[in-house]
């Protein structure tokens, strides 16, 4: 074989490679590109959906049907699920509630809740005791509503008292076009609990 056909080989073969390189080059980028698209196109919600939840969110007559109940996970509740005492399906860090008959409820200028709850008291109750469920209606204190424009949900946090037990709430909605929705509560005498649901209208909204 003479230098030139060995020559014309070489370069053959790097301008092979070099055609493969490309064509991977452009494969692995599209893939990305794609990605990319795909991840951010994930949240963008329409027009309608986002004045769907301005009015329900402006006018405040909305309810939240809960499907999920998120403990502040600690060692009792761990305990508890060691011993067998969730559902099946439950363990201590998530609880289904899809079902039960509890009700978060935002009215007028009247906020009422029904909750069962799941944790931890510094005082007073016990565990998912008889009445030692998340209970109140009342007007909110302290109400504030602010929009996240990037990401097109709304931030509703107030704080309400149970007369009852003089026990405070700190609470924090989470609300999104998509009608998802997320309760954040801090009590003064228990751990913090998160529920999930769905948003949706009241139909028959409370008089004034």
């Known amino acids: 074989m003479n230098t030139n056909m060995v020559l014309t080989l070489c370069l053959d073969?790097?301008?092979?490679?070099?055609?493969?390189?490309?064509?991977?080059?452009?494969f692995a980028f599209t893939v990305i590109l794609l990605s990319i698209v795909s991840c951010g196109s994930s949240n963008v919600y329409t027009a309608q959906e986002k004045a769907s939840l301005e009015k329900l969110v402006t006018d405040r007559n909305f309810e939240i049907e809960l499907q999920w109940a998120r403990p502040l996970v600690t060692n009792s509740l761990n305990q508890l699920a060691d011993a067998g005492l969730f559902r099946p399906g439950d363990n201590a860090s998530q609880i289904n509630l899809q079902g039960n008959q509890n009700t978060f409820k935002f009215e007028n200028?009247?906020?009422?809740?029904?909750?069962?709850?799941y944790g931890e008291r510094q005082m007073g109750g016990g565990y998912n005791s008889d009445g030692g469920g998340i209970d109140f209606e009342t007007t909110p204190k302290e109400l504030t509503l602010t929009k996240d424009d990037d990401k097109d949900y709304y931030l509703m946090e107030f704080n309400v008292r149970d007369k009852d037990s003089n026990e405070n709430y700190d609470?924090?909605?989470?609300?999104?076009?998509?009608?998802?929705?997320?309760?954040?509560?801090?009590?003064?005498?228990?751990?913090t609990i998160q529920y999930n649901g769905t948003l949706k209208a009241i139909t028959e909204p409370k008089e004034e």
């Not at 200028?109 to 709850?117: F, H, I, M, R």
């Not at 609470?171 to 751990?191: C, E, G, K």
């Open 171 to 191: 609470v924090s909605l989470t609300l999104y076009p998509s009608l998802n929705a997320i309760i954040d509560i801090w009590s003064s005498q228990r751990n």
């Open 109 to 117: 200028d009247t906020v009422s809740a029904n909750l069962p709850y």
């Open 13 to 26: 073969h790097k301008s092979f490679i070099m055609k493969v390189n490309k064509n991977i080059v452009f």
